[in-house]
């Protein structure tokens, strides 16, 4: 698989061939399609693998703070190890968004990780406002401001690494975010 990302990062998903893949990595055509059907999976495994490491991390945060705020706060502590981790592969994944836009199929795949991650806060925000530490709002509404303030923060990290300081950024952002999220005491 690192072949394949080393070739992804260079030429980009619709530019690498499985061919080029096999040629880079050292293996026939036929060993390939022994563990990957198609070019798309083996990009799918990569993004997998990536977004595991994430998910046991929030999910570790979730865990270790009771407090939503706190949570939401606590999690915007990683996001430079995020933006680390997200350079050279954040352009090769929005180019294979695009192309699976263009195949059905491809696309309920590559649309899984958001909805998980969607449905991840959805149930964070619904915790939080039964423990009354969220103020009574929709909780969609609330889980997509924090997804979108998240993402949209990362591409600006990743096209304009130099513009800001990323990580404080999206520290005073998420806190700005939960003040307007957190209910205070009467």
């Not at 880079?24 to 990009?43: E, M, R, T």
């Not at 401001?145 to 949209?152: E, F, K, L, P, Y």
Request: proline fraction near 4%; include cysteine; charge should be negative.
């Amino acid at each position: 698989m690192g072949a394949a990302q080393d070739l992804f990062s260079r030429s980009g998903f619709e530019s690498a061939s499985v061919s080029e893949i096999c040629k880079l990595a050292g293996i026939s055509k036929g060993a390939f399609y022994h563990h990957f059907p198609s070019k798309q999976s083996v990009f799918m495994e990569l993004l997998t693998e990536w977004l595991g490491g994430l998910d046991k991390t929030l999910e570790g945060l979730r865990n270790n703070q009771p407090e939503v705020p706190q949570s939401i706060i606590q999690m915007s502590e990683i996001f430079p190890s995020i933006i680390k981790a997200a350079e050279g592969r954040l352009p090769i994944f929005l180019e294979f968004w695009v192309h699976a836009s263009r195949d059905p199929e491809v696309w309920k795949t590559a649309i899984a990780p958001y909805q998980k991650y969607k449905e991840f806060f959805i149930q964070m925000m619904g915790e939080g406002i039964a423990a009354g530490s969220i103020v009574e709002m929709d909780k969609e509404t609330a889980a997509l401001a924090v997804m979108s303030m998240a993402i949209g923060l990362l591409l600006q990290g990743i096209i304009d690494p130099a513009g800001s300081d990323w990580a404080g950024v999206g520290r005073e952002s998420i806190r700005m975010l939960t003040d307007g999220l957190t209910r205070r005491s009467t």
